[in-house]
């Protein structure tokens, strides 16, 4: 069975801290999907990044960035120079396999960023 | 990108009645489209997948006959709760997106069900 682990429920840092979400994901499946979504409090969920398997590769955008490192099972996301604006709940999600999308949700992390 | 929407946004209902929530994909056709439900400072908890033309696939521990769910075109699916009760309070919030393994889910709004 797939099991996603978000450990951190809560992280509170002052503006201009960098911080990292960890996500670990357990899978006897050697191919899957992993998805980062950001739910602000306005409640809609806001796609950040998707990343398979296959690909290792550390990814950035703008002020955030990914380390996907299969051997440890870990799709980590990192903010740099935290802005007030990335205060939200970031939610780790497999996509469960088979052809039909079905996410499995991560418990989340709150993230508060303080001016 | 693409665009889920809800409808309504929010709710207030008596309990005992029932409440429709739509789910539309705007500028795409979904086969699928799933239920989620969050309850507050929780994770979302899928409830169902909608199947275009065909029965909704319910998870494990969701009553199917409370929460009905129509899927009667490719923009379009419905959930219904009926007889509703207080402890069916809760932010539903729907999802579509292309078929396929992998395939980014766009999310709708959300739905704030409140039952008095």
């Known amino acids: 069975a797939q099991k996603v682990t978000q450990a951190q429920t809560e992280i509170s840092v002052v503006e201009k801290e960098d911080v990292t979400l960890d996500c670990v994901y357990e899978?006897?499946?050697?191919?899957?999907?992993l998805f980062w979504y950001k739910q602000p409090p306005s409640g809609e969920l806001v796609f950040l990044i998707r990343?398979?398997?296959?690909?290792?590769q550390n990814e950035i955008s703008g002020r955030y960035s990914w380390n996907f490192q299969k051997s440890t099972s870990s799709f980590n996301f990192t903010i740099t120079a935290s802005q007030v604006v990335d205060s939200a709940v970031y939610f780790c999600?497999?996509?469960?396999?088979?052809?039909?999308?079905?996410?499995?949700f991560g418990q989340g992390t709150t993230l508060q960023v303080k001016p | 990108g693409a665009v889920v929407s809800q409808h309504p946004s929010w709710v207030i209902c008596k309990s005992g009645t029932s409440v429709k929530i739509e789910c539309r994909s705007l500028?795409?056709?979904?086969?699928?489209m799933f239920w989620y439900r969050q309850f507050p400072k929780q994770s979302l908890m899928l409830m169902a997948t909608?199947?275009?033309?065909?029965?909704?696939?319910?998870e494990q521990g969701v009553e199917k006959d409370k929460f009905l769910i129509n899927h009667a075109s490719l923009t379009l699916s419905t959930l219904t709760v009926t007889s509703a009760h207080p402890e069916d309070s809760s932010f539903y919030i729907c999802?579509?997106?292309?078929?396929?393994?992998?395939?980014?889910?766009?999310f709708g709004p959300g739905t704030r069900l409140t039952v008095t």
């Open positions: 999802s579509a997106g292309p078929p396929g393994w992998g395939a980014e889910q766009y």
């Open positions: 500028d795409f056709q979904a086969t699928t």
């Open positions: 999600a497999p996509s469960e396999r088979g052809n039909t999308g079905k996410l499995i």
């Open positions: 990343r398979n398997s296959f690909d290792e």
């Open positions: 909608s199947n275009e033309g065909s029965k909704a696939t319910y």
């Open positions: 899978t006897r499946d050697t191919t899957y999907y």
